[in-house]
């Protein structure tokens, strides 16, 4: 840990613990105020930086990490938990953890809100990419398209196709900024005026 002041890296803890030694490589973990949320295997290893404890949160009824790309978690607005996104045939499920239960918050079935955009491609490999902290936005991964999902809009649409020399989508990151931009007004400089 490197704390304000210091120029050197410092143990703050150490975890005798097994609960971390198989982490998954997907879905990330999310860092929510001072806990980091891990997914392993079959639940979420909770740590808690102001603590310094552990403690494991188990999954909803039906909901797993495999296969991979299926499930993610996504920060939570007022920092008390985490959200747990989940697809499974076509039918999204949006889960929040706070306190010591699970809340579904929202199901939407994506064939109901596409615009038969899903008609022309096959359904049966729809993967979550990348999804947008407190829950606004999901990036959906299908055949060679990427998809976007406005979760509190509930639309759909595509925003990427791959061309015939890609190999893979990869990892999507969205870049979010406010619009229209403010820029700061420039100072009256006269060796500026002067060229």
Same mark, same amino acid.
């Given at each position: 840990?490197?704390?304000?002041?210091?120029?050197?890296?410092?143990?703050?803890?150490?975890?005798?613990?097994?609960?971390?030694?198989?982490?998954? =490589?997907?879905?990330?973990?999310?860092? +929510?105020?001072?806990?980091?949320?891990?997914?392993?295997?079959? @639940? !979420?290893?909770?740590?808690?930086? &102001?603590?310094?404890?552990?403690?494991?949160?188990?999954?909803?009824?039906?909901?797993?990490?495999?296969?991979?790309?299926?499930?993610?978690?996504?920060?939570?607005?007022?920092?008390?938990?985490?959200?747990?996104?989940?697809?499974?045939?076509?039918?999204?499920?949006?889960?929040?953890?706070?306190?010591?239960?699970?809340?579904?918050?929202? =199901? &939407?079935?994506?064939?109901?809100?596409?615009?038969?955009?899903?008609?022309?491609?096959?359904?049966?490999?729809?993967?979550?990419?990348?999804?947008?902290?407190?829950?606004?936005? +999901?990036?959906?991964?299908?055949?060679?398209?990427?998809?976007?999902?406005?979760?509190?809009?509930?639309?759909?649409?595509?925003?990427?196709? &791959?061309?015939?020399? @890609?190999?893979?989508?990869?990892? !999507?990151?969205?870049?979010? &900024?406010?619009?229209?931009?403010?820029?700061?007004?420039?100072?009256?400089?006269?060796?500026?005026?002067?060229?």
């Amino acid at each position: 840990m490197l704390q304000n002041g210091d120029d050197a890296w410092r143990k703050h803890l150490t975890l005798a613990s097994d609960l971390l030694l198989y982490p998954r =490589k997907s879905p990330k973990g999310v860092l +929510v105020d001072s806990k980091i949320y891990l997914p392993t295997d079959n @639940e !979420i290893v909770v740590l808690d930086l &102001m603590s310094s404890s552990l403690s494991t949160i188990q999954l909803p009824q039906g909901v797993g990490f495999s296969p991979i790309g299926t499930t993610m978690l996504s920060r939570a607005d007022d920092a008390s938990g985490v959200y747990l996104i989940h697809i499974k045939d076509l039918q999204l499920s949006i889960w929040l953890h706070n306190g010591d239960n699970w809340l579904l918050v929202d =199901k &939407m079935c994506l064939c109901e809100i596409s615009d038969n955009l899903l008609d022309d491609e096959p359904t049966d490999d729809i993967l979550i990419n990348h999804v947008g902290d407190y829950n606004e936005f +999901v990036f959906l991964e299908m055949g060679r398209c990427a998809l976007y999902l406005d979760v509190k809009r509930r639309t759909l649409r595509k925003v990427y196709e &791959m061309t015939t020399e @890609e190999q893979q989508l990869g990892d !999507i990151y969205p870049l979010m &900024m406010s619009w229209l931009p403010s820029f700061p007004a420039l100072m009256d400089n006269p060796t500026r005026n002067a060229t």
